[in-house]
């Protein structure tokens, strides 16, 4: 098999470089041809038959290896991110895809606050003397700038889960390059509508798919994003790597579930738009609500990312996370009290859900024990506003 990167098989229609609304509802789509179905099937085959001699690139074998679903999604997601993308079967299966690009022995700078899967995946391959971690301040560029002097890998989040740190992405990536390491960004969080980490250098976008993307809370997918191929060979070879490594790590997809996630992906822009606008509306009325301690959100003035999320991030996201009164006990409280708010640990789905982050024992020791992840979703604003308000009363009753 040829490991080479797709392409988007056919053209947007009307112009040449749309917008990312249209992107994310035209990319993948069969052609404008009479009697083509509007969207791609979903296939289900493990086999194909062989062509006659020696197969060739191109050639569809097995199906382990490719699959004409996969294939629409990846062109669909390439074509938002702006390079090539390969579907795992899960977020974990593609952070695994690029932590492996860490040499035996290497050095990875990973945030001090990042996704907990992210965090013990390191925690494990360190215990198992494959890495050296060095965690950071993800936004201390001053700090990412001294961690990567002879690291192989700096990995980042912007904004970080859960406390939602902004990055200094531009200045973070230019400091690991000249450094000679390679730059991994997670962009599960922003989604390529508020951020598009390969225009800023990165060599590897990351998605756990699962979330925003797919958007519906039914699926468990992820996702690897390269350079294009015109970038040149190293990111055809990184996308090669990445493709062997899914293939006989056997950490594919099944086509149903990426069928799901890419009628997820045609309306991200609407999800976005609105979960983001819900979020900030949301997180100016929690900073003067009498049981909140301290609201995260990019969108406020008073954040420390606020200044970097305007100047970087195409909006500021639909994480909120908060710091209520009575410490773990409070927070469990609201969590336990909320009628709409789903009391769950996932998050990027059209419904709101929260959870104390802490109950993890995988979770950063450094969050606060009484911290909230707020994941904003597109109700209306003032029915969640209404049942989050009630929740978090009771923090305040004897």
């Not at 001090?112 to 215990?127: I, N, Q």
């Not at 951020?195 to 798919?209: F, I, K, N, Q, T």
């Amino acid at each position: 098999m040829t490991a080479t990167p797709p392409s988007d098989p056919v053209p947007l229609p009307a112009t040449p470089v749309c917008r990312p609304a249209t992107v994310a509802v035209h990319a993948g789509r069969p052609g404008h041809v009479t009697g083509r179905p509007a969207n791609p099937p979903v296939l289900f085959s493990s086999t194909y038959r062989a062509a006659d001699g020696a197969s060739g690139p191109g050639d569809r074998v097995y199906g382990r290896w490719d699959n004409e679903t996969w294939e629409a999604f990846e062109s669909a997601l390439g074509a938002l991110e702006g390079g090539a993308a390969l579907v795992f079967a899960s977020g974990m299966a593609a952070i695994a895809a690029a932590l492996d690009e860490v040499p035996p022995g290497g050095v990875v700078v990973v945030p001090r606050h990042a996704y907990s899967g992210t965090l013990g995946l390191v925690t494990d391959r360190v215990a198992a003397g494959l890495l050296t971690a060095r965690h950071v301040d993800i936004a201390d560029t001053a700090e990412v700038t001294a961690a990567a002097q002879d690291a192989d890998l700096v990995w980042v989040e912007s904004p970080t889960n859960p406390m939602l740190e902004v990055a200094d992405l531009p200045a973070v990536i230019a400091a690991a390059h000249a450094a000679g390491a390679r730059v991994a960004v997670d962009n599960t969080f922003a989604t390529p509508l508020l951020l598009r980490p390969l225009e800023h250098g990165a060599d590897l976008v990351v998605h756990s798919v699962t979330k925003y993307l797919a958007g519906h809370s039914d699926v468990v997918l992820g996702a690897c994003v390269t350079a294009g191929p015109d970038a040149g060979e190293p990111a055809r070879q990184l996308f090669g790597r990445l493709l062997r490594r899914r293939t006989m790590h056997g950490a594919i997809p099944g086509p149903m579930e990426v069928w799901l996630a890419l009628r997820g992906l045609r309306t991200l822009h609407l999800r976005v738009e609105r979960a983001g606008a819900n979020a900030a509306e949301l997180a100016r009325r929690l900073s003067g609500h009498p049981a909140v301690l301290q609201v995260r959100h990019p969108s406020l003035p008073t954040d420390p990312g606020h200044e970097r999320a305007a100047r970087q991030l195409g909006g500021f996201g639909a994480i909120v996370s908060v710091e209520v009164a009575g410490g773990a006990t409070g927070a469990e409280r609201v969590a336990s009290a909320t009628r709409l708010w789903l009391h769950a640990t996932s998050l990027g789905g059209v419904e709101s859900s929260l959870e104390r982050r802490r109950r993890h024992a995988a979770e950063a020791p450094t969050v606060p024990e009484n911290l909230l992840r707020l994941s904003v979703g597109v109700e209306d604003v003032e029915d969640l506003w209404a049942d989050l308000d009630q929740a978090l009363r009771t923090t305040l009753e004897p």
